[in-house]
């Protein structure tokens, strides 16, 4: 369901409850925040501006249809509060050196690639192909705290439908899938000549074409 908010600004209705303070997250708020400050309700609306920047996207509907929900878009647990993931962490740090601006925040990250995948591909290929910018496949994850501390090697959200990450590479230059384009690339470009292995143009073959487009790719792939 559609409405509009007091700004005039197209909002949906979501059957399922918004993101909310877990009671950790309350836990954390009541520690850090003088007894003086007036409590706090709720968290910004993050999900309500994220699902207007990308109405079409079914990235969070495959989080709610699996099981879970859309706060997993960028927290690990349906609820939110923390840990957020990689994406949903790069879009709380961007809030946080921009003054507070959820829209500025998201914007600013979408071009990153902050899970990592395998296919090297930046968050809004990630959105507008329905995967997940938070979440890569296997215990491959990492949850980020309000203290800045980490946990590495973390699963994604059981039960989510639809794929994590897309399915044709955003670089693939990037033969050993680390990243970046470079000398490893090359080596293995050339261990594949005139095989399908490091076919970068996909013509189905390993050559000059090859070569050069792996030279042209050279770098960062985001
Ligand atoms: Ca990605
Ligand atoms: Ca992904
Ligand atoms: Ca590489
Ligand atoms: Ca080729």
């Not at 700004?7 to 009671?23: D, E, Y």
């Not at 897309?166 to 050339?190: H, K, N, Q, R, Y």
Request: proline fraction near 9%; charge should be negative.
């Amino acid at each position: 369901m559609r409405f509009q908010d007091r700004l005039g600004h197209n909002r949906s209705m979501k059957t399922k409850p918004a993101c909310i303070v877990t009671g950790a997250a309350v836990a954390w708020v009541a520690a850090v925040i003088p007894a003086t400050t007036p409590p706090v309700s709720a968290m910004p609306p993050f999900l309500n501006e994220w699902q207007d920047l990308y109405p079409a996207s079914l990235t969070d509907d495959n989080l709610d249809n699996g099981g879970g929900s859309s706060c997993q878009v960028c927290h690990a647990g349906p609820f939110g509060g923390p840990p957020w993931n990689d994406y949903g962490w790069s879009v709380h740090e961007e809030f946080d050196v921009n003054g507070g601006d959820i829209v500025a925040a998201i914007l600013a990250v979408q071009d990153l690639n902050p899970d990592n995948d395998p296919t090297a591909c930046s968050s809004i290929v990630e959105i507008n192909a329905d995967t997940q910018p938070g979440w890569t496949d296997g215990p491959n994850n990492t949850f980020h705290f309000h203290d800045g501390s980490i946990q590495e090697n973390q699963p994604p959200p059981a039960d989510v439908l639809g794929d994590l990450n897309p399915s044709t590479s955003c670089c693939p230059a990037d033969l050993d899938g680390d990243g970046t384009v470079g000398i490893t690339d090359f080596l293995a470009l050339l261990g594949a000549w005139g095989t399908p292995g490091g076919d970068v143009d996909g013509d189905g073959t390993t050559g000059i074409t090859d070569f050069l487009a792996l030279l042209g790719a050279w770098g960062s792939c985001s």
